[in-house]
């Protein structure tokens, strides 16, 4: 299963739901390989030395490369690209040949107009398997509410984005989707707080329920 995370904006959470989906898939049983495509390299460098979990780390242009030559050795490989519309192409190219990308998006307006030029490209191009998912919501009833009318607006008859379900709310317990040392072998494990912990996962199946119950 070879999951894609993009999205035009910086900053908006693809890093963390990188290493969030690559810990549920671990702690799901499944083997697992993320790859990161941002020259900063945060994914790579927070994964470095962390047994559990593959990683490696590459350019953009050697994505097409990376996905069509991962997979056989992983049950599930994530793809961490850097934000920016300068290789909008090889990451639409990119989505038509991954399982799914999923597409981080903040409730503000630069953040819904910068995705609307790329979620329009895929929605053009005839891409159907991806979804856009609310992050760094703040965990309040009031802004709740509002962000699931945007939903439901991003969502409806007229702009029909393909809005995924799960909610990823602003909680500063992320951090501590930790990895732990044990002399020889490592461990990733998540924080006793159960919130971030539940989104996460609910995030990861929604996605895995998406490709088809993809178990591979
Ligand atoms: N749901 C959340 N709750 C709390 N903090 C969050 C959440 N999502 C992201 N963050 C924080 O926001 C910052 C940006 O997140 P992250 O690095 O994952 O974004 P990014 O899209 O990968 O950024 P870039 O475009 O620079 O690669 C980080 O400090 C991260 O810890
Ligand atoms: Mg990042």
Do not use: C
């Not at 998006?105 to 609310?134: C, K, R, T």
């Amino acid at each position: 299963m070879k999951i894609l995370v993009m999205s035009p904006k910086g900053g908006v959470g693809k890093t963390k739901i990188s290493l969030g989906l690559a810990s549920v898939a671990h702690k799901r049983g499944k083997s697992v390989l993320a790859i990161d495509f941002d020259d900063q390299n945060s994914l790579d460098t927070t994964l470095r030395g962390i047994d559990d979990i593959d990683n490696a780390a590459g350019h953009p242009r050697e994505l097409m490369d990376a996905i069509e030559q991962t997979g056989d050795d992983h049950d599930v490989v994530i793809f961490d690209v850097r934000p920016g519309s300068e290789y909008t192409k090889e990451y639409l190219q990119a989505a038509k040949h991954v399982d799914f990308t999923v597409v981080p998006i903040q409730h503000d307006g630069e953040a819904i107009l910068s995705a609307e030029y790329m979620v329009d490209q895929f929605l053009d191009e005839g891409v159907q398997n991806f979804g856009v998912v609310m992050n760094s919501v703040l965990p309040n009833e009031k802004h709740l509410s509002k962000v699931r009318e945007k939903m439901a607006d991003l969502s409806g008859p007229e702009l029909q984005w393909p809005m995924l379900d799960s909610i990823l709310q602003f909680r500063t317990v992320w951090g501590h989707i930790t990895f732990a040392r044990d002399r020889s072998k490592t461990l990733i494990h998540h924080h006793k707080d159960g919130k971030a912990k539940a989104e996460i996962e609910a995030l990861y199946d929604e996605i895995v329920s998406k490709i088809g119950g993809g178990s591979r």
